[in-house]
């Protein structure tokens, strides 16, 4: 019998985890190590278990960005001011934070998210939705992202002249 036939006939319902205040209480000791892997699973934990917030836990959440963007996004379900700070300093869970919480641009973010061509590049496509001028000297100086910027901008018929960018730079004979 296959691992699939032995559990089928148990609803989902009953697979799930209920509360546990023993398991609570631990989480917590091992958050205050300041782990971030045990603070995402907290935060994981609110989410799956508790299926809202869990106060006691947000000092500790509150304290990596990952952790703070997940529980804002996957828990809150909506922005959480106080974590902002924190968010801010990753210019990843800044561009998260912005597209799936606060659903459009974050002007306080984007001195962060443009320290990361990646971060730039996905945030110039999907929550700018074109030419974004303050960020292209970071994504010339990935090619892969600078490709993808140039590719959206295409494809949203906001093409830029690259060469003649290119040879103005190079006139510095001139």
């Known amino acids: 019998?296959?691992?699939?036939?032995?559990?089928?006939?148990?609803?989902?319902?009953?697979?799930?985890?209920?509360?546990?205040?023993?398991?609570?209480?631990?989480?917590?000791?091992?958050?205050?190590?300041?782990?971030s892997w045990e603070i995402l699973q907290a935060a994981g934990y609110a989410q799956r278990v508790?299926?809202?917030?869990?106060?006691?836990?947000?000092?500790?959440?509150?304290?990596t960005p990952e952790s703070a963007y997940y529980y804002a996004d996957h828990v809150l379900n909506d922005r959480w001011p106080?974590?902002?700070?924190?968010?801010?300093?990753s210019p990843?869970?800044?561009y998260w934070y912005a597209l799936r919480v606060i659903k459009g641009r974050w002007p306080e973010a984007?001195?962060?998210?443009?320290?990361?061509?990646?971060?730039?590049?996905?945030?110039t496509q999907n929550i700018i939705k074109g030419r974004w001028p303050e960020a292209e000297e970071v994504l010339k100086k990935d090619?892969?992202?600078?490709?993808?910027?140039?590719?959206?901008?295409?494809?949203?018929?906001?093409?830029?002249?690259?060469?003649?960018e290119e040879t103005e730079e190079s006139h510095v004979w001139d």
């Open 82 to 89: 106080e974590a902002e700070p924190q968010i801010l300093k």
């Open 50 to 63: 508790i299926k809202g917030r869990w106060p006691e836990a947000e000092p500790y959440i509150i304290r």
């Open 143 to 164: 090619p892969e992202a600078w490709e993808e910027y140039l590719g959206v901008l295409e494809y949203l018929g906001q093409d830029i002249d690259v060469w003649e």
């Open 1 to 35: 019998m296959g691992i699939m036939e032995k559990y089928s006939d148990i609803p989902v319902s009953k697979l799930s985890e209920e509360r546990d205040p023993e398991k609570e209480q631990d989480l917590l000791k091992r958050m205050k190590r300041h782990d």
């Open 110 to 123: 984007e001195s962060t998210i443009l320290e990361s061509p990646e971060s730039a590049a996905a945030y």
């Open 92 to 94: 990843k869970y800044s």
